[in-house]
C-alpha cells in the first residue's frame, strides 16, 4: 500500500487567469459564471483587436477563442498572439460552432491546442481547460526542473574542473619522481617494483585527472572554440607519429590511407580535434592484440569528410554498444595490454565532433573481428572561405 507521503502533490489550477474571445456577449457572460465558478479569474475580449490589447495587459494562463468574429476572425487572431513574447505556450482552445474536419485542421495548423463546440457542454468544456491548464503546469515544472539540471552540471564541472587542476601538479611530480627513482642509481628487486608502481598507477591517476578536466571545459562551454584553417591529413599524421611509438610497444602497426577529394584546408579547433584524433588512436591501440594493424582512412565522399579508424581488437558486444560515448560507459571487452580505461575518451570525442557539426558512430567490422570508428563532417560547414 502506497503512503500519503508517497503520493504526489495535486497541481493547483484554481488561481489560472484565462481570457475569454468572442463577440457574442451572451457567450461571454456564460462561460464566465461556469469559470468564476471553478475558482478561475477571467478576462473578456470582444474582438480580436481587444483580445491583442487585453494580452498586454495581463498574460492569460489560457484563452478560449472563437473563431467567427468581426475584423480578424479567430485564427487570425490565433496567429498573431502565437507570436507575441511569451504566448507560445499558452494553450489556445476554439469555442466554435464548426465542426466539420477542415476547420478543426485549420485551428490547429494555426496555432490552436484543442476545441470545444457550440452549443457548451459545460462539464466537457470544464474537462478540456483544466487538462490543458495542468499540461501548462506541468510543463512549466518540467523547464524549472531542466533548467535546476543544467546549472547544477554547470556547478559539478566547475568543482571538477577546479579539482582536476590542482590535482595535476602534484600527479605529475609524483611521477616525475618516480622515474627519477629508478634513473637515480642501483635498486633491489623490492624498490624497483615499488617505484615501477608508483609510476604506473600515477600514470592512471594523471590520464583520468585530464580526461575529467577536458570534459568539464567542453561541458561548460568555458573552453573557447578558436577555429582557424588546418590542414586535416596533416593533424591526423602528426597523431599517428606520436602514437606509433607507443603501438610499437604492442608490435602494433598504424597505417593511414586517403581517398577522395580530401580538402586541403578547413576551419577546425586544432587542439580539440587533435584531441579527437588522439582518443581515437589511444582507443585503439588500447584494445588491439600484439602484431595487428590500425587502420587510418580519411575518405571523401561529395560533401562529407569522414575519419575512420579500424583495429583488429575484439569488438564490443552488440548489447554494450550503447555504453559507447557515455560519461564513463565501460564495457566488458579489456585492454590487451596494462592499460587502464576511464570510460571517458569516447564521450569527449562525441562532444569535440559535435562542436565541428559533425557525428561520430562504432561499428563492429562485418570482415573480420575488430571496431570501426566513423567521424563524419560537413566539408561545406567548415570550409575556409576564399579570400
Known amino acids: 500500500m502506497t503512503s500519503a507521503a508517497n503520493e504526489p502533490s495535486p497541481i493547483e489550477i484554481e488561481d489560472s487567469r484565462i481570457l475569454i ?50 475584423g480578424i476572425d479567430g485564427f487570425q487572431t490565433c496567429r498573431k498572439l502565437k507570436s507575441m513574447q511569451g504566448m507560445a505556450e499558452v494553450p489556445i482552445v476554439f469555442v466554435t460552432g464548426r465542426s466539420d474536419t477542415g476547420s478543426i485542421v485549420e485551428g490547429l495548423n494555426a496555432g490552436g491546442n484543442d476545441y470545444i463546440t457550440k452549443p457548451i ?11 490543458h491548464l495542468k499540461m501548462r503546469k506541468l510543463m512549466h515544472m518540467q523547464n524549472e526542473f531542466i533548467v535546476g539540471l543544467k ?31 629508478m634513473e637515480s642509481g642501483p635498486l633491489n628487486d623490492d624498490q624497483r617494483e615499488i617505484a615501477t608502481t608508483i609510476q604506473s598507477t600515477s600514470d592512471t ?15 561548460s562551454g568555458e573552453e573557447r572554440t578558436d577555429f582557424e584553417p588546418c590542414n586535416v591529413f596533416e593533424l591526423v599524421s602528426s597523431s599517428i607519429g606520436i602514437y606509433q611509438f607507443t603501438a610499437n610497444k604492442k608490435s602494433i602497426e598504424i597505417d593511414l590511407q586517403e581517398s577522395g577529394n580530401v580538402p586541403d584546408l578547413l576551419l577546425l579547433d586544432k587542439m580539440q580535434f587533435r584531441r579527437l584524433v588522439d582518443n581515437l588512436l589511444s582507443n585503439a591501440v588500447k584494445y588491439s592484440p600484439l602484431e595487428t594493424k590500425v587502420l587510418v582512412k580519411l575518405e571523401a565522399e561529395g560533401e ?53 557539426r559533425g557525428t561520430i558512430r562504432a561499428d563492429n ?23
Do not use: W, Y
Request: aromatic share 4%; charged share 30%.
Open 365 to 387: 567490422r562485418e570482415d573480420r573481428s575488430g571496431m570501426r570508428f566513423t567521424v563524419e563532417f560537413n566539408i561545406p560547414a567548415l570550409v575556409v572561405a576564399p579570400v
Open 205 to 219: 591517476m594523471l590520464n583520468l585527472v585530464e580526461e575529467l578536466l577536458d570534459l568539464s571545459v567542453i561541458e
Open 21 to 70: 474571445v468572442d463577440d457574442d456577449e451572451i457567450i461571454r457572460k456564460l462561460l464566465r459564471r461556469v469559470l468564476e465558478r471553478s475558482g478561475f479569474e477571467i478576462d473578456e475580449a470582444a474582438s480580436g483587436e481587444e483580445a491583442l490589447k487585453q494580452i498586454e495587459a495581463d498574460a492569460p494562463d489560457l484563452i478560449l477563442l472563437d473563431v467567427v468574429m468581426d
Open 121 to 131: 457542454n459545460r462539464h466537457e468544456a470544464l474537462a478540456r481547460i483544466r487538462n
Open 151 to 181: 546549472k547544477a552540471n554547470l556547478a559539478k564541472n566547475r568543482v571538477i574542473g577546479v579539482a582536476s587542476h590542482d590535482l595535476r601538479n602534484p600527479i605529475a611530480s609524483i611521477r616525475g619522481l618516480s622515474e627519477f627513482l
Open 304 to 356: 562529407v569528410l569522414k575519419i575512420i579508424v579500424e583495429d583488429e581488437g575484439p569488438g564490443i558486444p552488440e548489447h554494450e554498444m550503447h555504453k559507447l560515448f557515455t560519461d564513463f560507459g565501460k564495457t566488458s571487452v579489456k585492454p590487451t595490454g596494462s592499460e587502464t580505461s576511464t570510460g571517458l575518451g569516447l564521450s569527449i570525442c562525441k562532444k569535440i565532433a559535435e562542436v565541428h
